[in-house]
């Protein structure tokens, strides 16, 4: 943790952390070059050292979280025969890496779409959306899941669920094994014919 | 919708309506009186004929939102002997106001503390999350709902889902009905043994 290590990764990465905890307190919009500097104890042109300007820190903030959740799609588990069990295995993990990268997660889900950036983000959360929404409609054609329901609405309103965890989640203030297996329990019960 | 009718109700009505918006676009902390003046239209001094400052307009926000909640605990139905059509009645009524006043339960929502209004706004959302604890743990306790689950837990995932809704949930673009029966269906079904 030694300071003035210059342009090394480990700083970048540091960087990050701060404008991450910026963007949460501020807004994306509401935050300058300024209030980055300020925060992070540095010149705005030191940190134009590591990025070209605070676009570049969203990116590689909202990156960070859909890299995590995509990086969910290709576990093996997702190769389950049946679509109620990639549907269990996605929400849960989902939960994990929601706690696991909470505040980076909790920037993606607050992107307005007003820069190019955010436009991008918002545009890989609906491919996020779209690959659950296809797993709600095969479970519920295997029969899995009840059919009475839009699978496209139950799909949101799962992810809401598990998306609204960001709002009161807090490392080390909540029990990660118990918030993932009630929220399995409850989605998939309430998917439940 | 004739303008400058004075200080009339009609006119907070209408300044209201466009505070709320730009607090949704640019964050509570992110708008100023320069902001509002120019959404509205009007100069400063106009918004001051109403209101002492933005921190009442978020005072009005916020109760019209939490006045519309609350109303719900008083309702004929929540006199309902099981606690389970309770819960039924306050989700289900619960979309119906989140969509009736979606803006303004959006800003709510949004409130993050920094202010003694905001403070309050807090304290309001967590009495009324109590509410709707006490429901749940009553409907376990009467053998409605599985009791596998921490009832505190449960609501405050329920009622995620619920919040949900204001993400995406545009006047006219969604059927309010169909959202109502597709979560009071999820939330029971979640909970059920």
Chains 1, 2 share one sequence.
Not at 41 to 48: C, L, N, P
Not at 151 to 180: C, F, H
């Amino acid at each position: 943790m030694e300071r003035g290590a210059g342009r090394t990764p480990y700083d970048l990465e540091r960087l990050l952390a701060v404008a991450v905890s910026v963007f949460i307190e501020k807004g994306y919009d509401g935050t300058s070059m300024e209030d980055l500097a300020r925060a992070a104890g540095i010149s705005k042109s030191s940190i134009y050292h590591h990025v070209e300007g605070k676009e570049e820190l969203l990116r590689l903030t909202v990156e960070r979280a859909l890299d995590a959740l995509f990086a969910i799609l290709s576990e093996e588990e997702m190769r389950a025969p049946r679509a109620i069990d990639r549907l269990r295995h996605v929400l849960g993990r989902a939960v994990e890496v929601l706690c696991a990268e909470a505040p980076y997660v909790t920037v993606l889900l607050r992107v307005r779409g007003n820069t190019e950036t955010e436009r991008w983000a918002l545009e890989r959360r609906r491919e996020f959306d779209r690959h659950v929404s296809e797993i709600v409609t095969r479970a519920a054609a295997e029969g899995d899941i009840r059919s009475d329901l839009r699978p496209a609405l139950a799909e949101r309103l799962v992810l809401g669920m598990v998306n609204s965890i960001t709002e009161w989640y807090r490392p080390g203030q909540a029990d990660v094994t118990e918030l993932k297996e009630t929220i399995v329990a409850m989605a998939t019960a309430g998917l439940s014919k």
